[in-house]
């Protein structure tokens, strides 16, 4: 599903290393490590009726990135907080916005590899913008299995929320090409780890599956709906999943900030028969809902 421009965010503000800015003066330099080697971490955040959702685990976990990563200083949760306070007040936006929080390593003295060349610090990015879901959640999705495979910790660890995702733009070609909304990728040994773009879930005899976090995000929307099993006492299993579960299973959805829950109706061209596992996935679909509605971090205006 390709999404389209919002005339909304024609004139938005934005964040950049310490002040405000106009959406055509959002610049970093092209010494900026990011624009070198991909070299920043990142986090998606969705507000909801003047909340911030999970605002303190996406920032903690923006945090423990940046210190995988090695980064000389990292911009404490306060700061953050302010910046991500100011954005939002300064474009009069309390619900129905995504934030994209991004934290690159800085501006280098000179094109290079090495983190000692850089020496202006850190730069953090607080993009705002009015966008609602961007899947269709009530048809749903189709899902391409993608030749890429999902990075182990072997090569590049995807428990870093790292803003080198060439890995995943590879694999969301696949599903552009042939004809899907998005790709499922396995991990080396050929199990399924995630889409491109979401953690994935599939449902069983009124039992919920999800692959183990080997080669996945472990996301936060993820962690959710794992909560909403144990709340409501629903068996929930981590492991290893193969295609074929996923091809027989009663309902299949993915899992993300920017789509919230949604319902998968097709894989490689199979059908899923959502019949008997509606009910369940509606149940726990409600109960996110809930959580969007009474959790998160208060704006102050």
Known sequence: MQQKFDNRNEDILVFIKDKLVHRNEAKVSVFDSSVQGGDAVWEG???????IFCFEKHVN?????????CFADIPDFEFIRTAVFKTLEANKMRDGAHIRLTLTRGEKITSGMDPRLNTKG????????????????????????THIRRNSPQFLDSKIHHNNLLNNILAKISANVSG???ALMLDENGFVSETNATNVFMIKNNCIHTPSADS?????????????AESERIRCFERNLSLSEFYNADFVFTTGTM????????????????????????????????????????LPF
Do not use: M
Not at 45 to 51: A, F, H, I, Q, S
Not at 61 to 69: F, W
Not at 276 to 290: A, H, P, Q, T
């Open 122 to 145: 850190s730069c953090l990015i607080v993009l705002a913008e009015w966008k609602e879901p961007v899947y269709d959640n009530s048809s749903g999705i189709t899902l391409v299995t």
């Open 180 to 182: 899907a909304d998005d």
């Open 216 to 228: 996945c995000l472990p996301g936060i929307t993820r962690s959710l709906v794992i909560r909403i």
């Open 45 to 51: 955040l969705r507000v909801y009726d003047g909340k």
């Open 259 to 298: 789509g919230e829950l949604t319902p998968v109706t097709r894989i490689d061209g199979r059908e899923i028969d959502s019949r008997k596992g509606k009910e369940l996935f509606d149940k726990i679909n409600s109960c996110f809902r809930k959580l969007t509605e009474t959790e998160g971090e208060l």
């Open 61 to 69: 976990r923006l945090q423990e990135s940046a210190k995988t990563l």
